[in-house]
């Protein structure tokens, strides 16, 4: 039986107070299973980002319980809440969001650190994620020498880097041409299979959707089968 990485249990999110009140998820519940790439979409004011902040422990809801790999987020302190975020989830964003003054394999072995992994294991990791995604030629370089793909498959390496049950994307290929954003898209889906993670992935890219395990709307406040 699979392992559940992600769930959203009855979440409602509600921004406001009194008649003013917005409810931007309503009685949402939602599963991403190890092994399972899942591709949220919905319209401009849906309620995308809310979602991915809840689920990435980055926002608490209003009511509903989140869990991410077996552990309940509710009664969790800000600074086990931080310890959650840097060791269960992976973020990967728009914006590769890259440290300027890091080369390529600095970035995933800064990662490492603040999460305490032993130097000589944080080095085999991250030599072995650099090679899977093909950035082996590019360890030594600076942000500022990669392509806009180069960038974004470092930002996939980084998000790997830890382990994380589950890799958080929000519009990874919103930056990118139609043929480097395939490339992201399938990258996150060969790693989702071969890491036995998870992955939900924000978009507004159909182009990109037949990567995807199953597809969901997010509307009225509730995520639907696409």
Known sequence: MKRTMLALRHVTRTFGDGESSITILDDLSFEVSEGEFVAVLGPSGSGKSTFLSIAGALLTPTEGEVVIDGQPLSGLNSQKLAGLRLNKIGFMFQSANLIPYLKVEEQLLFVAKLSGMDRREAQRRAG???????????RNYYPERLSGGEKQRTAIARAWMNRPAILLADEPTASLDSNRGQMIVRMIAEEVKAEKKAAVMV?????????CDR??????GKLREA
Do not use: C, S
């Not at 072995?128 to 590019?138: I, P, V, Y």
């Not at 978009?203 to 990567?211: G, I, K, Q, S």
């Open 128 to 138: 072995e994620l650099l090679e899977r995604l093909g950035l082996e030629k590019r």
């Open 203 to 211: 978009t507004h890219d159909e182009r990109m959707l037949h990567y």
């Open 215 to 220: 597809v969901l709307h997010l509307e009225d």
